[in-house]
């Protein structure tokens, strides 16, 4: 069992990871690991050590530069500070291969936050694409003709990613 001085000290790192993400401090996001690493289970990417992480975080404020958390919830586990939260923002940039739609997304994203001790050794986010693809481009008008190649486009993105 994990004693209440350790998940104390875990809920402070995982909350200050949360903050610094919205601030876009990558230093101090980063710092909240010995060794950056995130799984993103929904596409089964991962991004391992500082540069990867880094890139991560400056692709997807490329994408989403106003993403940002409505926190849910947040429990404890021996391993493990589990959030529930809703991941917002707009689509002003390309997603990989998806070319920016100007629309909003919130979609609703679970993270685990994995620890050795009080040390964060790799944040692990489960979320579903489709949803969030759904917001991205269902809200495109296909009456005009542009938006058929950008829909064309982000499909085939979309293909790419997943």
């Known amino acids: ?45 991962e991004h391992d050590g500082y540069d990867e992480v880094l890139q991560y975080y400056v692709d997807t404020r490329n994408a989403f530069p106003d993403q940002r958390h409505e926190l849910i919830e947040l429990r404890h586990s021996d ?24 629309n909003e997304f919130k979609v609703r994203m679970t993270a685990y936050f994995i620890f050795e001790g009080d040390e964060l050794v790799c944040e692990r986010i489960y979320f579903d694409v489709l949803t969030m693809l759904k917001q991205l481009i269902g809200g495109l ?18 293909r790419k990613e997943l």
Request: without cysteine; charged residues 25%.
């Open 1 to 45: 069992m994990v004693n209440n001085a350790v998940r104390a000290k875990r809920e402070k790192i995982v909350r200050d990871h949360f903050e610094d993400e919205v601030a876009q401090e990558w230093d101090d996001v980063l710092a909240t690991f010995p060794h950056p690493r995130y799984e993103i289970i929904a596409t089964g990417v």
């Open 79 to 102: 391993d493990a500070v589990i959030t529930e939260f809703y991941l917002m923002g707009t689509h002003l940039g390309p997603f990989g291969a998806i070319p920016a739609t100007g």
């Open 141 to 158: 008008n296909f009456k005009k003709p542009k938006n058929w190649l950008l829909l064309l486009r982000a499909v085939r993105g979309a």
